[in-house]
Structures are given as structure tokens and as C-alpha cells.
T-cell receptor
Framework: GAGVSQSPSNKVTEKGKDVELRCDPI?????LYWYRQSLGQGLEFLIY????????KSGLPSDRFSAERTGGSVSTLTIQRTQQEDSAVYLC?????????????FGPGTRLTVT | AQSVTQPDIHITVSEGASLELRCNYS??????LFWYVQSPGQGLQLLLK??????LVQGIKGFEAEFKRSQSSFNLRKPSVHWSDAAEYFC????????????FGTGTRLTVIP
């Protein structure tokens, strides 16, 4: 079956521009996560969606970052006024339900480069 | 605060040799523990997980890990490494209640030489 897909796979943008990153979770998965992987760093949690509940935004590094999930499926992570420190690989994961016990399935990521 | 330490940034082993990747965690309650593998250009794939019970867990691709509460460790092992095991390995910890996300270590890059 189809796994988690993300688009674009690579994105180069100029400092100060806005970018949108897309995630298509596995069909039927109610939980969706965004993580950021910077060079030499582990994965940093950004935001979590579970069903129709209010998202857990506790990991968003600044108010330039936001995400939405429409219809409980596709999610978009938006970074406004991008900075060079935003350069990283952004990973999306989905799981059958929310909470740690459920295996998270990861997409291939979007590599963002801010010049 | 939750955290995961993977003290080895890069490990090189010969094909056929044994492997142990170290992971130490800090967590205030009983943890869930995971090992993920990331091949170049790929997403993360779950190798194995520990929730409770037997402290030695078996995973895919011949990997195993042992949970040692007294040492706050969850080291990954494989008795005989294959060239295809070359990848980045991440240890992660999550909570059993009330936690929505995993906390990852910085990863260990494994190189396999013939």
C-alpha cells in the first residue's frame, strides 16, 4: 500500500520568502506528526494532529511556523519569512492513532534550503 | 526532561563483524523505547520497540536491543553486519501516558567496509 508521501522532495527558497510543505499520510491514519531534522541533529518534534482535536503545537520554534490539516488527511506546514536557520529536512509521519504506542510511519522528507 | 543520547556519531565495522550501537535515555516515567533506521534519501523505518515485558527485544533485519533500566540504556545489537546495514540509526523515547511525540537522539552513522 501507499506510504506517507511528501512534496516537494527538495525546495530552495530565498531568505524572507514563505514556503509550504505538503504531507499525505497513510489512508486511515488519524494521527499526523511533523518533525525537523537539522544537520547533525536528531529529529525535533514540531506539531501533532490527532483526529479533530486541537493540534499540539508545543514544538513549533517560532510564530513563523504554522500547520494545518484539512479533512483529517493532508497536512501543510507553512514557514513564513524563511531564515537560513530554517534549512533542514522536514519529515512527516502518520500513525493509526495518536500516542506513543502506535508506530509512526515516516515519509521521505522535504529538504528545505534557504539561501 | 526527556532526552536521548547516542554517544557515537559514526561507527565503522567490517562486514560480518558484530555491532553494538549505544543509546542512553532520560525520562521521568517508564519509557517506550524505539530504534529507527534511515537510509540515504529515505524516511525512517522502525527496527524494533520496547514497551514492557522481556527486556531483550527482537526486531527486523536481525537486529535486537536490550533495555537496561539500571543503566537507562537501550543498546542496539546485531551479531553479523551486512553491507546493506550501512545507514543512520536513531534511538527514540516516548512516554506511556500523555505523550504525543517521540524524542530522538542525534543518530549514529554506520559505515560497513568489505
Amino acid at each position: 500500500g501507499a506510504g506517507v508521501s511528501q512534496s516537494p522532495s527538495n525546495k530552495v527558497t530565498e531568505k524572507g520568502k514563505d514556503v509550504e510543505l505538503r504531507c499525505d499520510p497513510i489512508s486511515g491514519h488519524t494521527a499526523l506528526y511533523w518533525y525537523r531534522q537539522s544537520l547533525g541533529q536528531g529529529l525535533e518534534f514540531l506539531i501533532y494532529f490527532q483526529g479533530n482535536s486541537a493540534p499540539d503545537k508545543s514544538g513549533l520554534p517560532s510564530d513563523r511556523f504554522s500547520a494545518e490539516r484539512t479533512g483529517g488527511s493532508v497536512s501543510t506546514l507553512t514557514i513564513q519569512r524563511t531564515q537560513q536557520e530554517d534549512s533542514a529536512v522536514y519529515l512527516c509521519a502518520s500513525s493509526l492513532s495518536g500516542g506513543t504506542p502506535y508506530e509512526q510511519y515516516f515519509g521521505p522528507g522535504t529538504r528545505l534550503t534557504v539561501t | 526532561a526527556q532526552s536521548v543520547t547516542q554517544p557515537d556519531i559514526h561507527i565503522t565495522v567490517s562486514e560480518g563483524a558484530s555491532l553494538e550501537l549505544r543509546c542512553n535515555y532520560s525520562y521521568g516515567a517508564t519509557p517506550y523505547l524505539f530504534w529507527y533506521v534511515q537510509s540515504p534519501g529515505q524516511g525512517l523505518q522502525l527496527l524494533l520497540k520496547y514497551f514492557s515485558g522481556d527486556t531483550l527485544v527482537q526486531g527486523i533485519k536481525g537486529f535486537e536491543a536490550e533495555f537496561k533500566r539500571s543503566q537507562s540504556s537501550f543498546n542496539l545489537r546485531k551479531p553479523s553486519v551486512h553491507w546493506s546495514d550501512a545507514a543512520e540509526y536513531f534511538c527514540a523515547v516516548g512516554g506511556q501516558t500523555g505523550a504525543n511525540n517521540l524524542f530522538f537522539g542525534t543518530g549514529t552513522r554506520l559505515t560497513v567496509i568489505p
